[in-house]
């Protein structure tokens, strides 16, 4: 694959499913990397390229668990992290950090795009979701 090919898939995955933008790019990390072996020009420009949008993506998407998707449904759902903490009993600097390593984990901007995601890998239904 010439890294003009490269360039276009991660365009077309962008374009067409930015929101599950890491898991469709992870198979093109080893076009990626096999182009930079074999000394393709301008390899190593896209692989910068695609560094600056994030790590890249595991090679399994794995299911969060039940008190870090809670508190991304409360998050949505405009429940601080300071009330949601004094409901469990923790302190409101660990529900940020699982807030944000949940976030990371799915590679989601907030928690409304988190809970997007989620509902598209199957893993929550609008049945768990507050009307």
């Known amino acids: 694959m010439t890294p003009d090919q490269i360039a276009e898939r991660i365009a077309a995955i962008h374009a067409t499913h930015p929101h599950q933008y890491y898991s469709k790019l992870q198979p093109l990390w080893r076009d990626v990397l096999h182009a930079i072996a074999d000394g393709a020009p301008d390899a190593h420009l896209l692989a910068a390229a695609a560094l600056r949008t994030g790590k890249p993506p595991t090679t399994q998407e794995k299911p969060l668990g039940y008190a870090s998707v809670l508190s991304l449904v409360k998050a949505s759902e405009g429940v601080s ?9 923790l302190t409101s600097k660990a529900i940020q950090a699982r807030r944000r390593n949940a976030l990371r984990k799915l590679g989601a901007r907030d ?3 988190a809970i997007e995601i989620l509902r598209e890998r199957g893993e929550i239904t609008d049945a768990d979701l507050k009307p």
């Open 81 to 89: 992290a300071a009330a949601e903490a004094a409901d469990l009993g």
């Open 111 to 113: 928690p409304a795009h």
